[in-house]
């Protein structure tokens, strides 16, 4: 009977898959890692885990295959490199695979993180367009390598970038109903919007995806409302951060593997309950009292929250937006400006996230709603999310030289 990957398994499988960019002999790349790792071990207990993991993943999988490559970056400078792996099942699972996508390491990859715009994707929602470009450069190619073993079930991994492609490749499978999927994603940023989040748990089933998530990792915060993250309820297996605010630390793959440790999945879903419903008032209060100082991830979720009812309050479709080319900042603008329009209460209300999204990265803006015009409030989120690009921007490139 198939069974789920443990979170030790799926973590090791996110981290190996890094060096099939320049190692394109998958079993290569995945034993070099394995063997690092138990270099790298404290003491005996760690490297009997990575033993007994090396010989599961060996046992369990097929190793003897090529990396598959793909595209990243914009039109003009993309790079091509190894970007995935599809094991296919043998012994007890047999009728299995595990495809499994690297996170960012180039420059090129970089580019396509700060691509913001959105794309038609599955189920017709819209998806972050440099995540949906990278993954179509290796559509092909992966469901050709994932059809030669006619699987009826998919264990779908990735980390950082690589767990926005695999929600974007487990929506299409999904879609076209190839085969039942279970996925396990770690420190992943937001890939698509709600449309296409919520068919993807649907399809796809709550039961079997798993997001793990560190405390205070930056890279999850991003991109920021209308993504959403997957499943639609927000569930997330958190595991501890490193400090106290927001660390680049928390993003590696190693800092992933030593929090799961041997733990399983109910033991890691057991700290997680869902969120309380918080109107406008409450959340921008919430936003308010964590921000006394920069770069509190508390006041940053409250402060996405608050974004998010103030468009749902002026009424704006995100869809209908999109298909007009006008961006997310200019649409959180308008709506902003739109918002002040409603009366005294929520033009005060339009003020203070400006405040609080200002103080978030260190500023002190004072300001009224007689000051309020689309020029400043533009420029004001643009700082807001410049600042967080940047956070995550540094843990990106940091996955490359520690993972």
Known sequence: MPQVLSPALSASLAQAVYDVRLMPDVEAAVRDRLAARGLEAGD???????????????????LRTSAISGLSGFIGTR????????LHGKGRRRGEAAVVFRGTQTTGDWLSNANYRGSPG?????????????????????????????????HVVGHSLGGAIAHLFAGRVVERSIAAVELYTFGAPRSGGDTFVRELTARVGEGYMHRVQ??????????IWPYVHAPLSGAVLKVAGVGGTISVD????????????????????SAWSPPPVKT????????????????????LKALGKALELVLLSVGVSIAATLATGVTFLDLLAKSLIRLAALGAEM???????????????????????????IALV??????????????????????????
């Open 44 to 62: 005996a207990a760690g490297r009997d885990q990575v033993e007994a993991l090396t010989t599961e993943i060996v046992e369990d999988f097929e």
């Open 79 to 86: 790079d091509s490199s190894g970007f995935a792996m599809v």
């Open 122 to 154: 599955p189920f017709g929602g819209f998806v972050h367009t440099g995540f949906q470009d990278i993954y179509l450069s290796l559509e092909r190619e992966v469901m050709a390598r994932m059809r030669q073993g006619d699987p009826s079930r998919l």
């Open 214 to 223: 560190a405390e205070n990792d930056p890279v999850p915060m991003v991109p």
């Open 250 to 269: 928390a993003h590696l793959m190693p800092h992933y593997i030593r929090e799961v440790g041997q733990l399983d999945w109910a033991r890691l879903a």
């Open 280 to 299: 406008l008032s409450e959340l921008i209060a919430e936003a308010r009292a964590e921000s006394s100082f920069p770069y509190s991830k508390l006041a």
């Open 347 to 373: 033009a005060e209300y339009a003020v203070e996230i400006l405040r609080i999204a200002a103080r978030w990265i260190g500023l002190t803006l004072t300001v009224t709603a007689r000051d309020l015009s």
């Open 378 to 403: 533009r420029f004001v989120l643009d700082l807001l999310f410049r600042a967080i690009a940047r956070l995550a921007r540094g843990a990106l490139e940091t996955v490359g030289r520690l993972r």
